[in-house]
Every structure is written in C-alpha cells, then in structure tokens.
Nanobody
Framework: QVQLVESGGGLVQAGGSLRLSCTASGSAFSLKAMAWYRQAPGKQRELVAG???????NYVDSVRGRFTISRDNAKKTLYLQMHSLKPEDTAVYYC????????????WGQGTQVTVSS
C-alpha cells in the first residue's frame, strides 16, 4: 500500500513563499502522474498542479505563474514551490495520483496546512 507524507506547510504572510514536499513509499512513483490538491474550509478538494511521467505540468488558473510543481523520482518526492502567496491559498495541501491520468487515488495522507495571513 502506497503511503504519502506531505510536509513543508506553515504560516506565512501574503506575498511570501513556501515549498511543500510529498514523499511516497513504494516503487511505482516514477511511473505515475502526480498532483497537488488543496482543500479550504467549507470547499471541495481541488487539483492545484499536476506533473506527468514525462514532466508535463498543468496548473489551475489561480496559481499559474506563482506555483511550480516538480518531481524527483530518485527520491520518490513531489514538490510544490509556492511564491506570491495570497490569503485565498490558505488550505490543507495534499499530494496524490493525478486524476487526469488515473481513475483512482492512493489513500490520502494527512496533508500539510498552509495559512496565508493578510
């Protein structure tokens, strides 16, 4: 069973930066398209950024140009570099399979809280 462990969240002022990491257990990480998702209080979970096996990336419009997703297959780690953070970026951030390339998810990790103060 694959386990996902997210880290790197925190409290930051608007305009600040954070780098999130997600480490995956198991041997298939390099063969899977992965994505970062977020869920704000009272809202549905949304896909924020994704990266294919071939490193093709996609972003939701609200973060394009501010967030960068990347992966290190040797370390089985997914990253999300976030700049110019806004209060509306406040959410719990999760990583998982990219739903555009998969019909299911791994078990969700605990996520990492990102809070952006104005």
């Amino acid at each position: 069973q694959v386990q996902l462990v997210e880290s790197g969240g925190g409290l930051v002022q608007a305009g600040g930066s954070l780098r999130l990491s997600c480490t995956a257990s198991g041997s298939a990480f390099s063969l899977k398209a992965m994505a970062w998702y977020r869920q704000a209080p009272g809202k549905q979970r949304e896909l924020v950024a994704g990266v294919s096996v071939g490193s093709i990336t996609n972003y939701v419009d609200s973060v394009r140009g501010r967030f960068t997703i990347s992966r290190d297959n040797a370390k089985k780690t997914l990253y999300l570099q976030m700049h110019s953070l806004k209060p509306e970026d406040t959410a719990v951030y999760y990583c998982n399979l990219h739903i555009g390339y998969s019909n299911s998810y791994y078990p969700w990790g605990q996520g990492t809280q990102v809070t952006v103060s104005s």
